[in-house]
C-alpha cells in the first residue's frame, strides 16, 4: 500500500518562511505527479503546487508564484515546498498529493493523499 506522509507544519509570521516535506511510502513503481494542495477556510482543496516525475513544476495558483518553491526531495518520490514571503492567505491544511500511481504488483491508483499539515500565517 502506498502512504504519503507529510512533515513542517507550523505558525510563522507574515513574510516568514516555511519548509513542507513529502515522501510516499511502499512499493512504488511509478507515480505521474507529486504535489500539494492547500485547503484554507473555504473548505475546498485548491492544487497550489505540482511536480512531475520528469521534472516539470507547475503553479496553478497564480498567488504563490515567484513565493513558493516545488522541487524533488532526497528520495525519488519525495516532494519539497518551500514557502517563502507567507501572507496570512497561505494559512490553511496543506495536503500532499500524488496522482496515477502504479505499484509494482502493478496495481493503478488514480490519486492518493497524505492526511495534512497545518500552516498558520498569523502576526
Known amino acids: 500500500q502506498v502512504q504519503l506522509v507529510e512533515s513542517g507544519r507550523g505558525l510563522v509570521q507574515p513574510g516568514g518562511s516555511l519548509r513542507l516535506s513529502c515522501e510516499a511510502s511502499?512499493?512504488?513503481?511509478?507515480?505521474?505527479?507529486m504535489g500539494w494542495y492547500r485547503q484554507g477556510s473555504e473548505n475546498q482543496r485548491t492544487p497550489v503546487a505540482e511536480?512531475?516525475?520528469?521534472?516539470?513544476?507547475?503553479y496553478p495558483d497564480d498567488s504563490v508564484k515567484g513565493r513558493l518553491t516545488i522541487s524533488r526531495g532526497d528520495s525519488k518520490w519525495s516532494v519539497i515546498l518551500e514557502m517563502n514571503n507567507l501572507v496570512p492567505a497561505d494559512t490553511g491544511v496543506y495536503y500532499c498529493?500524488?496522482?496515477?500511481?502504479?505499484?509494482?504488483?502493478?496495481?493503478?491508483?488514480?490519486?492518493?493523499w497524505g492526511q495534512g499539515t497545518q500552516v498558520n500565517v498569523s502576526s
Open positions: 498529493h500524488a496522482r496515477s500511481v502504479v505499484t509494482v504488483a502493478q496495481e493503478f491508483k488514480y490519486e492518493i
Open positions: 511502499g512499493s512504488i513503481y511509478s507515480i505521474h505527479d
Open positions: 511536480l512531475t516525475a520528469s521534472g516539470l513544476a507547475d
